[in-house]
């Protein structure tokens, strides 16, 4: 059963977190935090289908909400704001009572999974992996604003799960970018799929076999890391 709590961001400014636990017991210890995307809160079909899955794939996933959206704003905070919150909610899943040190992941679904990158940029403390679910690379029609820069000084594995319809960066455009990292980077291509990993009908393909064939695989990517 989901279990809601609260994490404070700043003085009487608080979010709500979900913690979806592992359907089985999980001798790694690990958490998955996953933050939303711009335009939804962590109550969105996607990421809850995304954190219920992977639950039930024995690792147990926190989700959250940034502070505008539990605030009820459309428009996003500034970017020290959005790293604030992510990080504040990494400070309290590693206070909570059921969680190893230097196994948490973080990511989240686009703009959640760039401001974990950018959180991990910085002396967060060790993380196991980051998991992106849609890397926003550039905003659409903007390759001019690469945003991949810091991604040079994230010291842990990364997994990006792309679409090869991307609007906000296909896997062609990250290919370059993950090979000049240092450290170990995994590209996951949903073929057909668009920013969200939705396929057209054309290819005759199920969309919930596609995001299972995704939470298969980020269960095998997350378990190769936890192991090491």
């Known amino acids: 059963m989901p279990e809601i709590f609260q994490v404070e961001v700043a003085p009487n400014q608080n979010v709500t977190a979900i913690e979806y636990p592992?359907?089985?017991p999980d001798p790694?210890?690990?958490k998955l935090v996953l933050g939303h995307g711009a335009g939804a809160n962590q109550t969105s079909a996607f990421i809850v289908a995304f954190a219920?899955?992977?639950a039930a794939r024995g690792i147990a996933t926190v989700t959250f909400n940034f502070l505008y959206s539990e605030q009820g704003r459309r428009v996003p905070d500034p970017n020290s704001k959005l790293e604030a919150c992510y990080s504040a909610v990494i400070e309290t899943v590693r206070g909570r009572a059921v969680y190893r040190p230097g196994k948490l992941v973080i990511g989240g679904k686009s703009m959640g999974g760039r401001i974990a990158s950018q959180v991990a940029a910085t002396d967060i403390g060790e993380l196991a992996g980051l998991v992106f679910l849609?890397?926003?690379l550039h905003p659409p029609g903007r390759t001019d604003r690469l945003r991949a820069t810091h991604l040079r000084n994230v010291r842990a594995p990364m997994l990006f799960v792309q679409g090869s319809r991307d609007a906000f960066g296909t896997p062609d455009e990250l290919r370059p970018i993950l090979g000049s990292l240092d450290v170990h980077s995994d590209l996951y291509v949903v073929?057909?799929?668009?920013?969200?990993f939705k396929v057209p009908r054309s290819l005759g393909i199920n969309q919930?076999?596609?995001?299972?064939d995704i939470q298969?695989?980020?269960?095998?990517?997350?378990r190769s890391k936890l192991a090491n």
């Open 22 to 24: 592992s359907a089985a």
């Open 28 to 30: 790694n210890g690990a």
């Open 52 to 54: 219920t899955a992977l």
């Open 134 to 136: 849609g890397y926003p």
């Open 191 to 196: 073929e057909g799929g668009d920013h969200s």
């Open 208 to 212: 919930t076999d596609v995001y299972r």
């Open 216 to 222: 298969d695989h980020i269960e095998t990517w997350l």
